[in-house]
């Protein structure tokens, strides 16, 4: 049973425009929220998260909402940039419980 | 501050053989999770210590296993390899222990070839 999904393996857009990455979960106990960001050859970083008190949380050109209603997370970059294009992981944690991460959304950003 | 470290980078090993890997978490960090990554997969959660007890366990055979140390570095080990086990085996720390809001910092892998 996937706890945590991304429903969409990859995504393109063009430079400049919004990205919106999304992900769903099943486990309406799950209270925190993290996005990551990997690149080739590379482990993954952290990016943003969000609380499961909250329904939005902005950090420069990146923000992740939070619809606990329909248990949907997703991720806004605006403007995106090359640099952007990665794989990006959705991750949901239970309180004092481990991370469980999505299978991942590849992020190609075309200049 | 020096990043999380996990070697080997590459590693190739036969079927049957054992492995172990090692991780070294940020400095101050106390909690190490481990993490195996296959083609297509997200991120399968193995095991996380903290302060050298296991917290948390995957749905991993007992094949499988790890261990902490004092200085919080810690090692997973795979006992009678099979071609599945060729992953990329992602290493993480985090200050305070899973569920406490605290993001991991992951090191870049160690990429197991099983052949």
């Known amino acids: 049973d996937q706890q945590v999904k991304q429903n969409s393996p990859s995504l393109s857009v063009q430079e400049g425009r919004i990205s919106i990455l999304n992900c769903d979960y099943t486990n309406s106990m799950f209270d925190y929220f993290l996005w990551y960001k990997k690149y080739p050859a590379e482990g993954p970083t952290f990016l943003i998260s969000i609380s499961s008190i909250k329904d939005k949380n902005e950090d420069g050109r990146f923000t992740v909402f939070l619809n606990k209603s329909a248990k949907h997370l997703s991720l806004h970059i605006v403007p995106s940039q090359p640099g952007d294009s990665a794989v990006y992981f959705c991750a949901a944690q239970l309180p004092a419980g481990k991370s469980t991460f999505g299978d991942g959304t590849t992020l190609t950003v075309k200049p | ?115």
């Open chain 2, 1 to 115: 501050k020096a990043g999380v470290t996990q070697t080997p980078r590459y590693l190739i090993k036969t079927r049957g053989q054992q492995v172990t890997l090692s991780c070294s978490p940020i400095s101050g960090h106390r909690s190490v999770s481990w993490y195996q990554q296959t083609p297509g997969q997200g991120l399968q959660f193995l095991f996380e210590y903290f302060s050298e007890t296991q917290r948390n366990k995957g749905n991993f055979p007992g094949r499988f296993s790890g261990r902490q140390f004092s200085n919080s570095r810690s090692e997973m080990n795979v006992s009678t390899l099979e071609l599945g086990d060729s992953a990329l085996y992602l290493c993480a720390s985090s200050l305070e222990p899973g569920g406490s809001h605290s993001p991991l910092h992951f090191g870049n892998g160690t990429r197991l070839t099983v052949t």
